[in-house]
């Protein structure tokens, strides 16, 4: 299944679906100037999906799968009612658990302890558990604490591992053959959002960087919708950056390790020029941790790889990922420096610098810091209990956006962007220690198979654990459903074992 021919094996089947992504993407603009049009697509969508379910679950866990994969924080589509936002991500979640909950009470009275020992042979259930348990105890604590509104809402992105569920449901009844399929079409759903998120920044780059004059509607159908950020870094470049590209950095990590696999010619010239963009948007996506989380990552891997297969391949592999970078950043600056419409952007190696240096006073690192310096006091006084999900910190921020509403600029908030600290604070020492205890049995059986079978699919998805829980210390990943979504589904993966021989 994962070959290194692969993209090109199964191109059409993932241009198609780049298309339907492309559509709705297009459709959810165009919604930005016709409101009700949102509303239309958001009834549509969920009615579609509900039938689908009925019909087959599987369909149902796709089209989650694939908003997943391209939309930041699921607010492509939504409905609004009484000042409250209900997004597409959300709807799309409770139509495919209802389902799945029908399916399962129903099939409980046919086979009750089958059924039963069934689910609880989910991979990992235990560690599962011990860390449903501390999400729970966390929730009802916010709940008294913190009041339900800022509880529930702090605490609905955890939701998200019920997930493991229904998916679970659908690899647990099919056959080994129907499980490959479905694989399949998981992989190729992931790869279309990748690809659809390279095409986007690269194109959206170049907009703004020639100056286009929708890039205004751009900007505001983007920061509306929350699709991301889009940031003037002066001399007419900018950044351009989406939550969701931490796929890119999934993506990027879990290909570089599949040279390792490379034998002719062909498959690496494809995955260079696959990884050689995806080094593109890295980049251009000026994001620090993301930054930090594949160099670290890489280096981890480097060493790995250096102890199983000497350093003669080392050298080899690295040569190649410096390349691929090397190449990633002149199809950026071909994208900026694109001579027509005339482009004045001022784009080198300087930029690059400027942004890695966390000591230049911008308001980004200032506004993080002084968030960390309220969140260490707050983690002192409640150390091993946490505050339950809602619990809300005040800081001086010096983001622009908050000092155009307040004169002080102090802000206060119960989503922090340091990740851990922020499951630390909410779950208690326990509740935290639970997760990394789920994590690490996870990457755990990745040394097992790497370590046996020189197996480069499972290194890859440990990889990509690894990104994920560097990254969460500087931006939270592992609270919200774009980390959650790639854990379980690494995890069900690495189950597969007929998955992992491709």
């Not at 259930?125 to 105890?137: D, E, T």
């Not at 410096?322 to 071909?334: C, E």
Request: aromatic letters at 20%; charged letters at 15%; hydrophobic letters at 55%.
């Amino acid at each position: 299944m994962f070959n290194l021919d692969y993209l090109i094996k199964n191109k059409r089947k993932i241009v198609l679906l780049f298309g339907i992504i492309f559509l709705f993407e297009s459709l959810s603009f165009f919604s930005y100037y016709y409101p009700f049009f949102n509303l239309a697509v958001f009834i549509i969508l969920i009615i579609s999906c509900l039938i689908t379910s009925i019909y087959d679950l599987k369909l149902g866990l796709y089209m989650i799968l694939m908003e997943l994969f391209f939309d930041s924080m699921g607010y492509i589509f939504f409905s609004e009612y009484g000042g409250i936002k209900i997004s597409i991500r959300i709807a799309l979640w409770l139509i495919v658990m209802s389902i799945w909950l029908a399916k399962f009470l129903i099939s409980l009275f046919k086979e009750k302890k089958g059924l039963i020992k069934k689910y609880a042979s989910i991979p990992f259930f235990q560690s599962f558990c011990f860390l449903a348990f501390f999400i729970i105890i966390a929730l009802f604590s916010g709940i008294m604490k913190n009041g339900f509104s800022d509880a529930f809402f702090d605490f609905n992105a955890w939701m998200y591992f019920a997930l493991i569920f229904p998916l679970w449901h659908v690899i647990s009844f099919n056959s080994d053959k129907e499980n490959n399929l479905w694989w399949t079409d998981v992989v190729n759903i992931f790869l279309a959002g990748v690809v659809f998120l390279i095409f986007k920044s690269l194109f959206v780059l170049f907009l703004f960087s020639h100056n286009v004059p929708v890039i205004y509607d751009l900007y505001s159908w983007t920061r509306s919708y929350s699709l991301g950020e889009i940031t003037d870094m002066s001399n007419g470049l900018y950044r351009i950056f989406f939550q969701s590209q931490i796929f890119i950095v999934l993506a990027w990590i879990f290909f570089s390790v599949q040279f390792m696999r490379a034998t002719s010619k062909k498959s690496k010239i494809y995955l260079f020029v696959f990884l050689s963009f995806l080094s593109s948007v890295l980049i251009l996506s000026f994001s620090r941790s993301f930054w930090v989380g594949g160099i670290l990552t890489l280096a981890l891997v480097l060493l790995l790889l250096l102890i199983k297969f000497g350093f003669k391949k080392i050298i080899k592999y690295f040569s190649f990922i410096l390349l691929s970078l090397i190449a990633g950043f002149l199809i950026m600056f071909i994208t900026v420096k694109f001579p027509w419409p005339n482009s004045e952007a001022q784009f080198g190696l300087a930029s690059l610098s400027n942004r890695a240096n966390i000591s230049n006073g911008e308001s980004a690192v200032s506004s993080r810091w002084a968030l960390l310096r309220e969140m260490k006091g707050d983690l002192i006084n409640n150390f091993f209990l946490g505050r339950g999900f809602g619990a809300r910190l005040e800081y001086k921020s010096s983001d622009p956006r908050v000092l155009e509403r307040t004169a002080d600029g102090l802000y206060s908030t119960y989503a922090f962007e340091w990740g851990w600290f922020d499951i630390w604070l909410k779950l208690g020492l326990l509740g935290v220690l639970s997760y990394i205890i789920l994590l690490f049995v996870v990457l755990k059986k990745v040394w097992f198979d790497f370590w046996k079978d020189k197996n480069m699919i499972s290194l890859g998805l440990g990889a990509g654990l690894v990104v994920l829980i560097i990254v969460n210390f500087f931006t939270p990943y592992l609270n919200h459903p774009l980390g959650i979504g790639f854990i379980i589904l690494s995890i069900l993966f690495l189950k597969d074992e007929l998955c992992l021989k491709y």
